[in-house]
C-alpha cells in the first residue's frame, strides 16, 4: 500500500480492483473487456479505466480480439507474461538443475550443471546455472526479479548453516549464504527440496484446493513435507518433515544424528530395501545389476515389474514394502491427522496401483485416522516447478500491487 493510503480510499480500491483483473486473467487467460467487468463487478467505463491503467503500466497487452458473436469483435487483454521473471534452481550432490519462468509461470528457459566430483566453489556454480538458464530464456542474468533455491536439508534460520544434508559437499560453510548474497544480483530465498514439491502439488497437482495435508516423498531417500492451514511447517531449525530419522519398530535408533549412519525409518523403507526384500522372496536373479544400476533405478525396476504382474512373489514384494512404508506414515498420520496424503517420488510411482491399494489398505489398520491417499501429479522436476511457483508467489505479490 503506498505511504498514506487509508482502507476505503480511491486509490486502495482501485489497486484492489487492479489486483482482482490480474488474478482473473493469470487464472483465465485473456478476457475481454465486457468478461472482465462482469467477473469483477465493475462497470464498464471503470473496467475500461482499469485496462487502460494496467496496460500503461505494462501489465496487460491487448492480443487478438474475440469472434464469434454477432457486432463488432471484442478486443482481449492477457497479463503480460514479460513483465517479471523468476529463476528456481533444484540442487543436488550431482548436479544443479536451473529454471526461469515467465509471469505466468510458464518455463522459458533451463540448463543443467553437472557438479559431482567439483571442486568449483558453490556461489560460483550457482551464478553459472543461473547466467546459463537466464541466457536459454534470452534475458541478462539482472532480469531475474527472485530466485528460490531448493536443496536437500534446510538451512538453519538462527546459524544460516545447513543441516540434515550431510550428503551435499561444498554447501556447509558458515559464510555460504553471505557468498551467494554477494554473488547474486537478486533477492534469494532458500527451501528444503521436499517442501518445494509440496508447493508444486500445492498449486498445480494433486493437493490443490487442501489446506492439510502430508507429501511423502520417496526417491534416494525419504522425506515428508507438512502443510497445516495452507501453509508449510518447517519447524524450529528447519527439519519438520526429517522423517528418514524417524524411530520405527525393528530398526536401530538413529543416534549421532549429524553423522552419515544407518537406522530409522530409511532403512525399514527406503529405496535400498527392496533388493534385499526381493532376495529373500526367492527374486534374487530378477534384481538388476551392471553399469547404471543404482538404488533408485533397481529400486524402481523391481516394484515396477511387480505392479506388472502382482502375483506370487511380487506380490508379496508389494505387500512387505507397503507395511514398511505404511509404518512410519502412521505415525505421521496420528500425529498430523491430514486431510490427505500426497504419495510422490519415483520409488512409489514404480509400485502404480496395486502398491497404492496395499498401501492403503495398511495405513487404515495402523492409523486412528483415514486421510485419502493420492498420487502425485507433478511428474516432471517438481523441485524445480516448486522452486518456481514459490518464486512467483512473492514476485507476483510485488507486481500486482499498484498502489505503490
Known amino acids: 500500500m503506498a505511504s498514506g493510503t487509508t482502507p476505503g480510499t480511491p486509490s486502495l480500491l482501485r489497486a484492489m480492483n487492479d489486483r482482482a483483473a490480474l488474478e482473473l486473467l493469470l487464472a483465465h487467460g485473456p478476457l475481454s473487456r465486457t468478461r472482465i467487468g462482469r467477473l469483477t463487478g465493475l462497470s464498464k467505463p471503470t473496467a475500461s479505466q482499469l485496462l487502460a491503467r494496467l496496460e500503461a503500466a505494462g501489465l496487460v497487452v491487448a492480443t487478438g480480439t474475440a469472434a464469434g458473436r454477432p457486432g463488432p469483435n471484442a478486443q482481449l487483454y492477457a497479463l503480460n507474461a514479460g513483465a517479471a521473471h523468476v529463476a528456481g534452481l533444484d540442487v543436488t550432490p550431482e548436479r544443479i538443475l536451473a529454471g526461469v519462468a515467465d509471469l505466468t509461470g510458464a518455463l522459458v528457459g533451463t540448463f543443467e550443471l553437472p557438479t559431482a566430483g567439483s571442486r568449483t566453489p558453490v556461489a560460483d556454480q550457482v551464478t553459472e546455472a543461473l547466467g546459463e538458464a537466464a541466457e536459454a530464456a534470452g534475458l541478462p542474468q539482472s532480469a531475474i526479479h527472485r530466485l528460490v533455491v531448493g536443496t536437500p536439508g534446510a538451512f538453519d534460520p538462527h546459524s544460516g548453516r545447513l543441516r540434515y544434508a550431510s550428503h551435499l559437499p561444498g554447501w556447509h560453510s558458515p559464510t555460504l549464504l553471505d557468498e551467494l548474497a554477494a554473488a547474486l544480483p537478486m533477492p534469494v530465498e532458500y527451501e528444503n527440496d521436499v517442501n518445494l514439491v509440496a508447493v508444486a502439488e500445492q498449486h498445480l497437482g494433486a493437493a490443490r484446493g487442501h489446506d492439510d495435508f502430508v507429501l511423502l516423498w520417496n526417491e534416494a531417500g525419504l522425506g515428508a513435507a507438512l502443510v497445516l492451514g495452507g501453509r508449510l511447517h518447517r519447524g524450529w531449525t528447519g527439519g519438520a518433515g526429517e ?107 514404480a509400485g502404480g496401483e496395486p502398491l497404492h491399494e496395499l498401501l492403503t489398505a495398511e495405513l487404515a489398520e495402523l492409523a486412528p485416522s483415514r486421510p485419502r491417499l493420492v498420487a502425485g501429479a507433478v511428474v516432471e522436476q517438481p523441485v524445480l516447478r516448486g522452486a518456481l511457483e514459490s518464486a512467483l508467489a512473492a514476485t507476483r505479490d510485488e507486481v500486482f500491487d499498484t498502489s505503490r
Open 243 to 349: 522423517v528418514g530419522f524417524l524411530p520405527v519398530p525393528g530398526h536401530p535408533l538413529v543416534r549421532q544424528v549429524t553423522r552419515v549412519n544407518g537406522g530409522g525409518y530409511q532403512y525399514l523403507a527406503g529405496v535400498q530395501v527392496l533388493p534385499q526384500l526381493a532376495a529373500a522372496l526367492g527374486l534374487g536373479s530378477e534384481i538388476p545389476t551392471g553399469p547404471g544400476s543404482c538404488e533408485v533405478s533397481v529400486g524402481t525396476a523391481l516394484l515396477a515389474r511387480a505392479a506388472a504382474a502382482p502375483e506370487g512373489p511380487y506380490r508379496e514384494l508389494l505387500a512387505r514394502y507397503a507395511t514398511a512404508l505404511a509404518t512410519g506414515l502412521a505415525a505421521l498420520v496420528s500425529v498430523l491427522d491430514p486431510e490427505i496424503v500426497v504419495l510422490s517420488g519415483a520409488v512409489i510411482a
